[in-house]
């Protein structure tokens, strides 16, 4: 199924890391502005098919819900093949002794997981691995929101969170959990090893088998009343933190 | 006569459906907080008994406060009226129609700051989402209150109060016609000005955000605006360790607060000991 993406920083992801897979961009004009022009002189030069309505057909339009902006271009393409698991994780026996991975359990807002696959690149993990059921599907909204983040960040989806933690574990990774229960700080965590971050669904957190499989679990102490962060909020604070050597 | 069409004297946060916001969390917690009033509820029949109880001595309270042709309505209406009104599926059987925010002025901000003030700057973003997650943050991370601007800066709205998790009805949140005039009044009152911008020299972790400081965030798209930049007192840059070049606004937020906050408590324990 293609997908349909109306962030043109997404668009030049893809024309950077796989110009074939764009299928052809839709244009309300010739000159659509901003960062779409940068895309139309990168697909051309592609020879990508452009197809460009004048005045009717997809005029700037209010989006489904009542946030969504919408500038009537779109670029239509092929989503990219997901991992499998060993491919996304270091080979056995030969771990490094530090390095970011992530998993996300069951998350089921796309910008979530759109915000946490850009936050993944901007701090380099190595590896993503999702969830398939009662989960977000890789679908256009998580391009666009990843703005590019999507393109080069190897990841899988799993059937059972449970086994492919135990495969990472396998592979020499250690498993950190995100919870708000827990009871010791983000800060209180050793940096000096291959983490596996887990995060948890936007209401219910971890679920207990995934727990299970933590090394440790680590929380933002929060000091508001509002007792918990915005899901990929809190996953970039910890990305941030798990890999900022400097601070040390 | 249905209370819809009932002659209104006050103004709305929005037109029409925008005027809503929806779910059982929202609701209650603007009830709770007592600083931003709906102007009516509606709710199923299905609510819960507690929930019920709740609405019922609100409104009774109501009564006390409000003349009578003031008070805010509390009806029942179906699950699907209420889904028509504020055009959400997921409204939990409780909806409530919110007059205009009540934003602190930036008079009241600058008169209140003081020597450890901890503040959150907006500068012109335009995503809903974006604007109520970093409130989200911001009242996680214990700010005290949040400036924003009015060029290019969303405003709450139904979406932000539900991206916020309820963090707009405990928060104060000021809005200045002249964002440039407020800066410069509170760097005047001693605010240390810390910009965020991936065209800083110094990484995060070299700032220093202990004492009264501001932390300024930037559009999605252009950033921090240039006169803003060259007033501020510190830039600095959260360490890019990856590929993609920059980070989404609302992430970008919490995690320089909580720097900030980490910052601010190892300065409290030097001080405590």
């Known amino acids: ?248 | 006569m249905p209370a819809s069409r009932r002659p209104r004297k006050s103004k709305l946060m929005g037109n029409h459906q925008r005027a809503w916001i929806w779910g059982k969390h929202a609701v209650l917690e603007a009830i709770r907080s007592e600083r931003w009033f709906p102007c009516e509820i509606r709710a199923t029949e299905e609510v819960d008994e507690q929930i019920l109880q709740e609405l019922n001595a609100w409104h009774a309270r109501q009564a006390e406060l409000n003349a009578p042709e003031s008070k805010p309505a509390l009806e029942f209406e179906t699950a699907s009226r209420l889904q028509e009104l504020c055009n959400q599926p997921d409204h939990q059987g409780l909806i409530a129609r919110m007059p205009p925010y009540p934003y602190l002025s930036s008079n009241e901000l600058i008169e209140n700051l003081s020597d450890n003030s901890f503040l959150l700057v907006l500068d012109g973003i335009q995503d809903a989402f974006n604007f109520g997650a970093c409130l989200r943050s911001a009242e996680v991370f214990g700010v005290d209150a949040v400036l924003i601007g009015t060029k290019g800066q969303c405003d709450v709205n139904s979406q932000v109060v539900r991206s916020s998790a309820g963090a707009v009805h405990h928060l104060p949140i000021s809005q200045s016609d002249d964002l440039m005039k407020t800066l410069s009044e509170m760097k005047s009152a001693g605010v240390s000005l810390v910009a965020a911008t991936e065209k800083a020299d110094d990484d995060l972790p070299a700032s220093r955000m202990q004492g009264a400081v501001a932390v300024i965030i930037g559009n999605e798209g252009q950033g921090i605006a240039q006169q803003h930049l060259e007033l501020s007192s510190q830039r600095v840059k959260i360490p890019q360790t990856g590929r993609v070049q920059s980070l989404n606004a609302a992430v970008a937020t919490g995690i320089v607060l909580y720097e900030a906050v980490r910052q601010r408590q190892s300065n409290h324990k030097q001080e405590d000991s």
């Open chain 1, 1 to 248: 199924m293609a997908l349909e993406l109306r962030n043109p920083h997404s668009v030049l992801a893809v024309l950077k890391h796989r110009p074939h897979d764009v299928r052809e961009i839709r244009c309300s004009s010739a000159n659509p502005g901003g960062a779409w022009d940068e895309v139309l002189i990168v697909a051309q030069r592609a020879g990508i098919s452009l197809s460009i309505s004048q005045g009717g057909g997809n005029k700037r339009q209010r989006g489904k819900n009542q946030t969504e902006r919408s500038s009537g271009t779109v670029a239509m393409v092929k989503e990219r093949k997901d991992h499998t698991l060993k491919e996304i994780l270091p080979p056995e026996g030969n771990c490094p002794e530090t390095g970011l991975w992530l998993a996300m359990d069951c998350l089921q807002d796309p910008q979530n997981v759109g915000a946490i696959f850009r936050s993944a690149s901007f701090f380099g993990v190595q590896g993503i691995i999702l969830t398939k059921d009662r989960s977000a599907p890789m679908n256009s909204t998580v391009y666009d929101v990843a703005a590019g983040g999507v393109e080069a960040m190897p990841f899988t989806v799993a059937t059972n969170l449970t086994q492919a933690l135990k495969t990472a574990k396998d592979h020499g990774l250690w498993i950190l959990g995100a919870s708000e229960h827990a009871e010791k700080d983000i800060s209180q965590i050793d940096r000096d090893r291959p983490w596996l971050l887990v995060i948890g669904n936007e209401q219910k957190g971890i679920r207990r088998l995934t727990g299970e499989q933590c090394d440790e679990i680590c929380l933002i102490t929060p000091r508001g009343e509002v007792s918990s962060l915005n899901a990929s909020v809190a996953a970039g604070v910890l990305m941030s933190e798990l890999s900022s050597r400097s601070s040390q």
